[in-house]
């Protein structure tokens, strides 16, 4: 009877502890399961892209003056960057490494985002603002220059996936899923 006490509860710790390693935000935000949307969008409506952008071979001349980039390239299409669902194209990414809007002194001053990368994980905002949002148990910011794009986000629901930006060294790419926009983001630290 001793043994088969000691087996139940060894095999009732094993569950307890991989449950809660499962479920503690700690180690990983929470994650949402991947679904392809049933019909393909043009852009967002759930679409989630297999990759984030290439990197930038040949960037564009910079635009003159404070004048902002218009990224609608078709209509229908937002003002702001966004990824094609018909072709995971990322419409908007190609200034390249020497980008001024996204240059800093500190890359990295808080670290690297320990969660997990790209379409296999969908994580939920559950609060803050573009100056500083969380998803789990982790805080990011959005880019000064790109304020704007993520002006129709909200920020206690949206689901975003977290790329890597092969390009301005210290960024993320936060990709909405709901509206298939994208914006740079940087992390800040665990809560």
Same mark, same amino acid.
């Given at each position: 009877m001793k043994k088969l006490m000691g087996i139940a509860a060894v095999f009732f710790l094993g569950?307890?502890? /991989?449950? $809660?390693? *499962?479920?503690h935000p700690a180690q990983h935000a929470p994650a949402r399961p991947v679904h392809a949307p049933a019909k393909a969008t043009p852009v967002g409506n759930g679409h989630i892209p297999a990759h984030g952008p290439a990197p930038v071979t040949r960037a564009p001349s910079p635009p003159k003056g404070n004048a902002r980039p218009t990224y609608s390239d078709q209509p229908g299409h937002? *003002? @702001?960057?966004?990824?094609? @669902?018909?072709t995971d194209t990322w419409v908007g990414h190609n200034t390249g490494p020497n980008d001024p809007h996204y240059h800093l002194d500190h890359p990295w001053e808080h670290g690297h985002f320990p969660g997990e990368i790209g379409r296999s994980h969908i994580y939920r905002i559950v609060g803050g603002s573009r100056d500083r949002f969380q998803? $789990? /148990? !982790? !805080?990011f910011s959005v880019a000064p220059y790109d304020y704007d794009d993520c002006a129709d986000w909200v920020w206690n629901s949206d689901d975003i =996936?977290?790329? @890597?930006?092969?390009?301005? =060294? $210290?960024w993320y790419l936060a990709y909405n899923v709901r509206l298939g926009t994208y914006v740079h983001v940087m992390y800040l630290g665990p809560a």
């Open positions: 569950s307890y502890c /991989t449950f $809660g390693m *499962q479920q937002p *003002q @702001a960057p966004h990824v094609h @669902a018909n998803i $789990g /148990t !982790f !805080f =996936v977290i790329y @890597a930006d092969p390009d301005h =060294v $210290g």
